[in-house]
């Protein structure tokens, strides 16, 4: 595909982003590498006629967006991503509304071979061939704000954007500095450049004010490197040095994430090991993907991985550097991908404690349920501590202010409601309030009473006409919620302490407006038995339990919340929502415990027979997964 499109642009400016060569038979092509060449910014008066970006995945292009200013204005712009799972929708870019192009006189997208998405745009003006890229990158991260809470950022030397994936407000640098201005400002509050190994014993001179935050490249941090004569005193070598996570780049979690992930995977065990110089996945003698170099890991590597049982370390093998070893392993982790090693070396430490922990915990991978509680405490620890605005939180960025969430407790029975506020007392890592809305039932029964006096928290309780239809009594308690996300919780189910943060880290990697689960596992009260569903999970879907929907406020009050009806206001809710384009996202079920008791009890009217079917288990009594933390965990 490469050679087709250099024949249909042979005068095209060529730029590449995790593409490491042009096919020898395609011609004299002077091509530069983003990732190894970065460029000081182009001048305003440079201009090209046509602009070729030649990108490996979509993960490449989004560290090309980065550098977008870095490119010259074009009429045609073409972006040719060549290797894209098949989860991704198409490509379609949209401009921003600074950027409406107007003057934009063709847009085509189109899929070239298998995998091969191209987006060719075309323009009467010259246009900054940037705005292109950019658009592209955000149309296969689902139409994100690509932001990031932290300091604007200047970046500066070879593979500095990988410190900030996906950002089109970072400022590239010339590695010397200075920053450059933007509209009568610097461009960054804060500048991390990478460095080279240095010649000799002589320091790059930064020329600006600032003070850089300074890491090294992959080849200065590469064995090679530090294996040479004199190696072994470089600060490098030291494995206390290489401990700090903050050391290696973050995880592009907007990409690499757990998105995908596959229940109950058709191949088995394969190693990491060594292969030509860099790390790869094998199986059975066969290369199932062979990592970046610098260890990036992107989402075309972690898609050929899901129908894999679990990764064995082989550390034997010491890829290409320490750091770049470390970059893999947390790349695979965010992701789910069930890692498994006997131990982790010294200079691994850069992994973290708990991640080192959980990979070397010698989990029981044949047995499905076992694998997916790894998987999701492997993802929930790599995401938190490798992701991008975490390491800008460990490189010196104040952390932003977390965000509150309200949670909608809607009861018709007091009986209820000391269960109901315990399984909110129980989340863990999250800011959160509860509006206690008593349908019908008075403030003062002793069944109501004594659990709010009990309550350690912030709790807002009103009663509700026992004549209002269900829609509204919700409604009337998010009027009276002061959160940024609005969690709708039922009286009577289970949940696990992490249910809550791991419904906002869903959101945080998906971008979808509603975040929840689908009851995998249920308790038949009525016979005392519990089921574990089959279940497709980490995934855009069209419904979610009624008991798990997380919303952004906005997309609530956008939609006008529940409607006034007596049932099905879940339902109506969630089709609303995808009606005004909105999207809603599935994330694992094992923090959440659905309780069937008669079916009068329940505005959703399923008979029991229904979740006797199609189950991937069932156990006599109550059985809940080992992430609940509760007694009778299935982990027994």
């Known amino acids: 595909m490469i050679r087709e499109l250099l024949a249909e642009l042979p005068k095209a400016r060529v730029f590449l982003a995790g593409v490491e060569a042009i096919p020898a038979d395609a011609g004299p092509v002077e091509a530069v590498d983003l990732d190894h060449d970065l460029l000081e910014p182009v001048p305003d008066a440079a201009k090209a006629h046509e602009v070729l970006l030649l990108a490996r995945t979509p993960a490449d292009l989004r560290r090309a967006a980065t550098l977008h200013k870095l490119l010259p204005d074009a009429r045609r712009v073409v972006v040719a991503v060549l290797d894209t799972p098949a989860s991704h929708p198409a490509p379609v870019p949209t401009p921003t509304p600074a950027h409406r192009w107007r003057s934009l006189t063709d847009l085509r997208v189109y899929q070239a071979k298998d995998r091969v998405w191209v987006v060719d745009a075309r323009f009467s003006a010259f ?20 932001v990031i809470a932290a300091p604007a950022a200047a970046i500066a030397g070879v593979g500095a954007a990988d410190w900030r994936p996906g950002d089109p407000n970072a400022t590239p640098a010339e590695v010397t500095g200075p920053v450059p201005e933007r509209v009568g400002a610097p461009g960054g509050d804060v500048v991390l450049r990478t460095l080279e190994p240095p010649a000799e014993s002589a320091e790059v001179e930064w020329s600006g004010d600032e003070t850089p935050i300074e890491r090294p490249t992959a080849e200065a941090a590469s064995w090679e490197r530090l294996g040479r004569p004199g190696g072994a005193g470089l600060p490098l070598a030291d494995p206390d040095v290489l401990a700090e996570p903050s050391m290696i780049p973050p995880v592009d979690e907007r990409l690499i994430n757990p998105q995908g992930f596959v229940t109950t995977p058709s191949r088995g065990l394969a190693s990491l090991e060594e292969r030509d110089g860099r790390w790869s996945v094998v199986l059975e003698g066969k290369v199932v993907t062979a990592f970046a170099e610098s260890g990036g890991v992107t989402d075309a590597d972690v898609s050929r991985l899901r129908q894999i049982r679990a990764v064995e370390v082989d550390w034997r093998h010491a890829h290409s550097g320490p750091l770049a070893a470390v970059r893999v392993l947390a790349g695979l982790a965010a ?25 070397t915990s010698n989990p029981d991978i044949s047995d499905e349920l076992r694998r997916e509680e790894h998987s999701i405490r492997l ?36 009986d209820m409601v000391g269960f109901a506020l315990d399984q909110v007392a129980r989340q863990r890592g999250a ?66 302490p992490d249910f809550l943060a791991d419904l906002l880290l869903a959101h945080s990697y998906s971008g979808a407006q509603v975040v929840g689960t689908v009851p995998e596992f249920v308790y038949l009260s009525s016979i005392d038995v519990t089921v574990h569903r089959g279940q497709i999970t980490e995934q855009i879907t069209s419904f979610v339990a009624g008991g798990t929907i997380l919303v952004e406020r906005s997309a609530f009050q956008a939609v006008g919340g529940f409607r006034p009806l007596r049932r099905s206001v879940d339902t109506q809710f969630q089709e609303a929502l995808q009606a005004a384009g909105g999207q809603i996202y599935r994330t694992h079920g094992l923090g959440y415990i659905l309780r069937r008791g008669p079916a009068a009890n329940h505005t959703w009217q399923e008979p029991i027979g229904t979740f006797l079917q199609r189950n991937r288990n069932q156990w006599r009594g109550f059985r809940p997964s080992a992430l609940m933390e509760l007694e009778g965990s299935t982990r027994s």
Do not use: C
Request: no cysteine; hydrophobic share 45%.
């Open 335 to 359: 992701a789910g991908v069930p890692l498994l090693a006997d131990e982790v070396p010294r200079w691994a430490g850069a992994l973290g404690d708990e991640l080192t922990r959980l990979i």
């Open 431 to 496: 800011q959160l309030e509860v509006i206690l809305a008593l349908h019908g039932v008075p403030k003062g029964h002793p069944d109501v009473a004594a659990p709010v006096a009990a309550y350690d928290g912030a709790l807002t309780v009103f009663e509700a006409d026992h004549q209002a239809v269900f829609g509204e009594v919700l409604n009337h308690a998010a009027a009276r919620a002061s959160g940024s996300f609005l969690l709708k919780m039922d009286d009577d189910d289970w949940y696990g």
């Open 379 to 414: 993802r929930r620890e790599a995401l938190r501590t490798h992701g991008v605005a975490a390491r800008w939180e460990q490189l010196g960025a104040p952390a932003p202010a977390p965000p509150l969430t309200s949670v909608l407790l809607a009861t018709r029975r007091a």
């Open 127 to 146: 246009t900054p061939s940037g705005r292109t890229v950019t658009a592209t990158a955000r149309a296969f991260a689902g139409h994100r704000l690509d």
